[in-house]
């Protein structure tokens, strides 16, 4: 079998895509591996890929950008090179392209097309031509449920035929993020050297940079009431410096402001953003906290900590409510008030309770139930499925 993973990035979001883990079980079962992307040849991750046995094309392809269609003729070239039997597309502009790379192809010879949902995207003409698939991979249960809901209205107003809607949930890779991971004394020390203030607290991780939907407002509640309770209570927030204003967002400038404003600044350190040290930081927290104001549609970091057995709150909404429902329940905040929130707060610092160690949401569960999609529409014997017309 042929597989094609046809992707706008591979350099931001592989952790939650799982390219190189699908790409790799692929390779291991005798099974060949394509992937197209927009990473240097010479890139960490291209380099792992190439190394394992797949064949790599740059084809640059950003999100959102009209210039990506320049590319339908190198993908049409590339598909008729390679002749791959599944093609699965990760982005809604890669989507586009593979549209009209395909357009010449009769029905009958085209390869059978998965397509992944990240998010809760509308129906609209840019995620159209994600919804010409044979199947639909839905990267969350959250996920699901939204389409489910608009498709279920879309066939009450008329009849539709609709692509084949999936849950794969994404995974933790637990070889890189093990149960009760224990961070070196020598990372300890280095950490402590950079941020002497961070010695002898109760780090409360924010594994988010600042912005509108993130949440990072809630951390003043936190702080505020909870510091007579707990006064070593520290917030630990992955984003820059403040001092560092090259960069920084309307919500972030009100943030450092609230905190100087509310003498806060003190209980509050910026270690950078994406720090590539964040199973450290995941694992050395008392707290991990989630709690983004729009419904998360993946929550990686979420399962990160689980799987490290760190604690961690999170709205009841969205991925969060997914996951901590399923593997720890305790985190869950069912009101979004700051009371409630505190409340769990207070709660697990006082009874600290680590999650169960558990063998849910791990990447190698997520690559065998992407693989299988593969071989079903492989050995599928139906004709190509006809494209969606949902608009």
């Known amino acids: 079998m042929k597989v094609l993973q046809l992707s706008s990035s591979l350099k931001h979001d592989e952790a939650e ?3 190189y883990a699908i790409s790799h079980a692929l390779i291991k079962s005798s099974d060949e591996s ?41 993908l049409r070239q590339i598909i008729k090179q390679h002749k791959p039997d599944v093609i699965h597309v990760h982005s809604r502009t890669p989507a586009w392209v593979l549209h009209w790379a395909l357009r010449p192809y009769p029905a009958a010879n085209r390869p059978k097309i998965v397509a992944s949902l990240y998010g809760f995207y509308p129906l609209n003409s840019y995620s159209k031509a994600l919804f010409d698939a044979d199947v639909l991979i839905a990267a969350s249960s959250s996920i699901k449920k939204h389409f489910d809901k608009i498709f279920a209205k879309i066939k009450s107003e008329k009849p539709h035929k609709l692509p084949q809607l999936e849950c794969v949930s994404r995974g933790v890779d637990i070889r890189k993020y093990p149960y009760r991971h224990h961070s070196s004394v020598h990372w300890l020390q280095q ?24 949440g990072q407002e809630w951390l003043i509640d936190i702080l505020g009431n909870l510091q007579e309770k707990f006064p070593n209570i520290h917030a630990i927030v992955m984003d820059d410096d403040p001092n560092n204003r090259s960069h920084h967002c309307v919500a ?5 402001q609230r905190l100087h404003a509310l003498g806060l ?40 900590a689980i799987h490290l057995g760190t604690p961690i709150i999170g709205w009841a909404k969205g991925a969060f409510a997914d996951i901590l429902g399923d593997l720890y329940p305790q985190g869950l905040v069912k009101e979004q008030t700051a009371q409630a929130l505190c409340k769990t707060v207070k709660f697990l610092l006082a009874n600290p309770i680590r999650p169960a160690m558990t063998h849910d949401y791990v990447v190698d569960q997520m690559v065998g139930q992407t693989i299988a999609v593969y071989r079903r529409l492989h050995q599928s014997t139906s004709d190509a499925a006809t494209p969606c017309q949902i608009f």
């Open 265 to 304: 600044s003190q209980r509050v350190t910026f270690v950078g953003k994406n720090p590539p040290d964040m199973r450290e930081w995941l694992s050395s927290a008392n707290l991990v906290l989630a709690l983004a104001n729009r419904p998360e549609s993946i929550g990686m970091t979420a399962l990160q």
């Open 191 to 214: 950490t402590f050297a950079q941020f002497a203030e961070l010695e002898h607290k109760k780090w409360l991780v924010f594994p988010t940079p600042i912005g509108a939907e993130y």
């Open 252 to 256: 972030y400038e009100e943030f450092i």
């Open 34 to 74: 394509i992937i197209i992307g927009c990473a240097d040849e010479d890139s960490d991750l291209v380099v792992r890929l190439t190394r394992d046995g797949a064949i790599y094309h740059r084809l640059p392809m950003p999100k959102k950008s009209w210039w990506a269609l320049v590319h339908i003729f190198s």
């Open 17 to 19: 895509r799982g390219i």
